[in-house]
């Protein structure tokens, strides 16, 4: 069974209420839900959440409603707290996280992104959104040489970054988890969109965001 988990943390430290934010008159979570079940592929959708209030979303969508401990809602909860504490309530060959604070991510990245977890059979995997700069990394170089010729950037190999729009775990990695490890080198990293690379952090994100929104295919 693949279940897709959407977390909704009902407090956030950067950008208050951030997971309530309204995009066209939908809720972000809202658009997670909306996303999730539109690509037909999860077994499952749970919305996972420390906000009792959210229980009518249920009955709305039609998806599972998973009432987590305040304690894993906190500013000291880790992400593999809530996906390890996720995977004792709902025994499940796989979760897929759908992170609410992307809510530009197309459902072309979420197909893509479940069929390439699936395909592969990765124990684990992570959004990512590819760079084609040059970049450092305290001071020094990583994808070129100081004393070469200063590659154009179409010619240089570009540099990974997670911007975590979407995640996987396979049950086998319940012990890494355990453990306090998110991924390990075995993990599948996934290109995405530019679009589910905009992540809503700050209210200067969410400005942009709401301008974008009218221009996202879907």
């Not at 992104?113 to 684990?124: L, Q, V």
Request: aromatic share 10%; net charge negative.
């Amino acid at each position: 069974m693949n279940i897709c988990m959407i977390p909704v943390r009902k407090g956030s430290q950067r950008l208050t209420k951030k997971n309530y934010l309204q995009i066209n008159g939908n809720a972000v979570y809202e658009m997670a839900i909306e996303k999730a079940l539109s690509v037909n592929l999860f077994d499952k959708v749970v919305l996972n959440t420390d906000d009792p209030t959210l229980e009518s979303v249920v009955t709305k969508f039609g998806i599972d409603f998973y009432l987590r401990e305040s304690k894993l809602a906190s500013s000291e909860a880790t992400s593999e707290m809530v996906v390890l504490d996720f995977f004792k309530q709902y025994k499940c060959d796989r979760v897929f996280w759908l992170n609410t604070v992307s809510p530009l991510q197309t459902l072309a990245d979420i197909k893509n992104f479940f069929n390439k977890t699936i395909d592969e059979n990765a124990s684990s995997s992570v959004a990512v959104s590819k760079h084609q700069v040059h970049a450092t990394f305290k001071g020094q170089p990583i994808n070129y040489d100081w004393d070469q010729n200063f590659a154009k950037t179409q010619d240089i190999t570009p540099v990974l970054s997670f911007n975590y729009s979407m995640m996987s775990w396979h049950k086998n990695e319940i012990e890494m988890l355990a453990n306090g490890q998110l991924f390990n080198d075995s993990t599948k990293m996934i290109e995405s969109s530019i679009w589910s690379s905009i992540l809503l952090k700050s209210q200067e994100d969410f400005d942009l965001i709401e301008k974008l929104a009218a221009i996202v295919p879907s």
